[in-house]
């Protein structure tokens, strides 16, 4: 029968790896190790000062979804993206940036890693040069950004269930 994740999991069309750097709050990384989890991406590398597995603030919001999702630690963003680019995946930083362009219009032609920055610096542009693309979340409202675990979630489901691979 397959437990739900194991659906939804086959549901998606395209592999997705998260990146999470150097994100200072393990609340945050806990809550993406969970929506990764329901969303069905396949990993989430931590790299630079990102907390990782065993830590009880990922425990709190992260519910066991860090035992059950592939994690790995990468000291360097560089190690991780080498790993990546060797592994033919797509490499798009979720950053506002005026060369980025709308979740919605993002079309990947092959796997994806979403790479996530720092809570209030982001990703710096010695990092966005190395990406494929930049997306952004339209924003509508007065803030200009919202929480990178919100972010995140949204964009996995929307290139998880909406891809054509």
Not at 15 to 34: L, P
Not at 78 to 96: C, P
Not at 121 to 146: N, T, V
Request: charged content about 25%.
């Amino acid at each position: 029968m397959g437990t739900r994740v194991e659906k939804l999991q086959r549901k998606n069309k395209r592999e997705i790896i998260v990146v999470c750097h150097n994100i200072r709050s393990a609340f945050n990384i806990g809550s993406i190790f969970r929506t990764a989890d329901g969303a069905g991406v396949a990993g989430v590398y931590l790299t630079g000062y990102s907390p990782a597995p065993p830590h009880p603030g990922i425990s709190k919001t992260a519910l066991g979804a860090e035992g059950s999702v592939f994690w790995k630690k990468f000291s360097k963003i560089d190690d991780s993206f080498r790993f990546l680019k060797k592994n033919n995946y797509e490499i798009a930083a979720l950053e506002q940036d005026e060369k980025s362009i709308s979740l919605d219009k993002f079309k990947p032609k092959r796997k994806i890693a979403l790479i996530l920055g720092n809570e209030v610096r982001g990703l710096s542009p010695a990092i966005l040069r190395k990406c494929d693309k930049i997306i952004e979340i339209p924003m509508q409202g007065k803030k200009e950004s919202l929480n990178v675990s919100v972010a995140f979630g949204i964009a996995a489901y929307s290139l998880a269930m909406n891809s054509d691979q």
